[in-house]
């Protein structure tokens, strides 16, 4: 028996060796535009994505910033409510890029991941595939906020918007990651309850998205420094508001021993969490199950 | 001697001390369309997962398209197409960008993305509804646009785990249609589990499974031919009596269960005109045919499939499914 004995019409069809570095970041290309064709094609949750937003900046916005009066900002001339401003855009990232993150446990639950998993490709390109997809979808949900700027009084210039782009861009992805990373870990859609409530909320309200993380309690303290949504959103807030006339607004913002992080500092803490929770994502995704 | 496109020795996976394949041997031929029949738990799936590399063997070796599935996975999935007993389609997603997808990942080439794609819709008869999304799609069409994207990448074997799952009879007859025309004009090889008895008669050959061991492998004629003659059925209002009565008389131990009474019998046509004449007790009616699957699979394990669980579990199915879909 010769190897090359014909099996029928298929032995002509033999595949060519496959590069599997291309075809993995090919894999990476087509997962990511999966992803934005099917958050394109959801239009409803773009719109239901703003309502949260909306109604923090004008109902609690409102409210707080009214009965504070001008007890808020000690002396930097910032309203509530334009301090709160770059804090929803960072609680609209930080939501976006979890749920993101979480169309993985769909796709685990509606049978897709196995399409995907079974791939001839690398399974480190799925991990970075859905982390690039939920960091897209995430900056996007984020900086369709700043058309609201107008309406909470802060002015904001091409530059600042240029810099907040990647600035927006780091956080999405950090915590895009982040969500990769749980995502990975979690067989059911039970799971996301919890994780909504005993990561998700946590995350946020620690971030310092809804007050200045200054002057709290040291047990607070620790917790806020810990966050890594925290080091996302205090630099997003010093550029949305460092053309607003607004004194002084590192005051208000992130310290560790009494010093103001440098912004670049911060991105990069940003950088290296999401840099380390992919990695933790693409080792769960190369285990078998 | 053909070259076998699947081989399995000694193939085994245990969880702890469940022993859900106990040694399988099998070889598939190029081009035949080789059946896996057995009943829920039996070990088909296991089995199908790890000529799939999707599990890996607790001991033995198979090789699929000649290569080892445990040495090279990737090569081995590269060369096969699945199509899995669940959905696994993006319904989100049109027909057409499910196949891209699947094109992509597969590494189809660029210039043949296109051509080929149309080439499967239009041969599993989805070419109108291309730009469809998926969940406007009945349950046969889904399963024809898997079967499609599992060619797409132009595999040598085609894994099917229970492709007719759920589906209504007319449905399932269409997709072994387009089974049979894949394997007649692409060449591919078809390898599938079903527990469905009359639908395993469609393919080339069969291996019955059960509790993880196979207890007959041959075409389904050969497989028949192990059931002596034909098999008559009658149903008594007494059938203690009628089957001792026949025993007796006739020389035939019947397998009693519950009113109905089964037995093989050399010449059925001979048989049946004596056993009424010679019958004393109460016979409600009689069924004189040839031996089905279910004969064969009786007469080796002593138990029928188990079609009432089985049925059971695709209601439970059919009924997860449909509230997931609203969810969704």
Known sequence: MTVETAIGPVAAAQPAP????????????????????????????????????????????????????????????????????????????????????????????????????VAPIDRWAVAIGKALGGTTQAMIQGLILLV????????????????????????????????????????????????????????????????????????????????????GID???????????????????????????????EAGIMLAFGAVLLGIAVVMFQRRD | MEQAVIEAKGLVKKYGDLEAVAGIDLEVYGGEIFGFLGPNGAGKST??????????????????????????????????????????????????ENLEFHAFVYSVPAPDRRRRIDEMLNLLQLADRASSAVKTFSGGMKRRLEIARGMLHQPQVLFLDEPTIGLDPQTRKSIWTHLNELRDTKGVTIFMTTHYMDEAEYCDRIAIIDRGKIVALGTPDELKAMVGGDVVTITSTAPGAAAKEIEDMLGVKPARDNGTLRME????????????????????????????????????????????????????????????????
């Open chain 1, 18 to 117: 496959v590069d599997t570095r291309a075809a993995s970041l090919r894999a990476i290309y087509i997962i990511w535009y999966r992803d934005i064709l099917r958050y394109w094609r959801d239009r409803w949750r773009l719109v239901a994505s703003l309502a949260q937003p909306l109604l923090f900046l004008v109902v609690f916005g409102s409210g707080l910033s009214s009965s504070l009066g001008g007890a808020f900002g000690r002396g930097t001339g910032i309203s509530y409510i334009q301090f709160m401003y770059p804090g929803i855009i960072g609680m609209s990232i930080l939501f976006s890029a979890i749920f993101g993150a979480m169309s993985i446990v769909w796709d685990r639950e509606f049978g897709f991941l196995k399409e995907v998993l």
């Open chain 2, 265 to 328: 019998v050399p010449d059925g046509k001979a048989f049946v005109p004596r056993l009424v004449r010679e019958l004393s007790a109460p016979v409600d009616t009689v069924t004189l045919r040839r031996p089905s699957l279910d004969d064969v699979f009786l007469k080796l394990t002593g138990r029928a499939i188990r079609d009432e669980e089985v049925s059971a579990r695709d209601r439970n199915r059919a009924m997860a499914s449909r509230w997931m879909g609203r969810r969704r």
């Open chain 1, 235 to 265: 630099p997003i807030r010093r550029v949305v508001l460092s053309n607003s006339g607004v004194r002084n607004v590192d005051s208000l913002g992130l310290t560790i021993n009494g010093h103001v992080l440098p912004v670049s500092l």
């Open chain 2, 47 to 96: 089995t199908i997962s790890m000529l799939c590399t999707l599990l890996t063997p607790t001991a033995g070796i198979a090789r699929v398209a000649g290569i080892d599935v445990v040495r090279d996975p990737a090569a081995v999935r590269q060369r096969i197409g699945l199509v899995f007993q669940d959905p696994s389609l993006d319904d989100q997603l049109t027909a057409r």
């Open chain 1, 148 to 231: 609201l700027a107008p309406f909470v009084g802060v002015n904001l210039n091409l530059l600042t918007v240029l810099e907040l782009i990647p600035l927006a861009a780091i956080l999405a992805f950090g915590l895009a990651s982040f969500g990769v990373a749980i995502a990975s870990m979690m067989k059911s859609l039970q799971g996301f309850q919890v994780v909504m409530n005993f990561l998700m909320m946590p995350m946020f309200f620690l971030s310092g998205a809804l007050f200045p993380l200054t002057n709290l309690p040291g047990w607070m303290t620790l917790l806020t420094r810990l966050d890594p949504a925290s080091y």
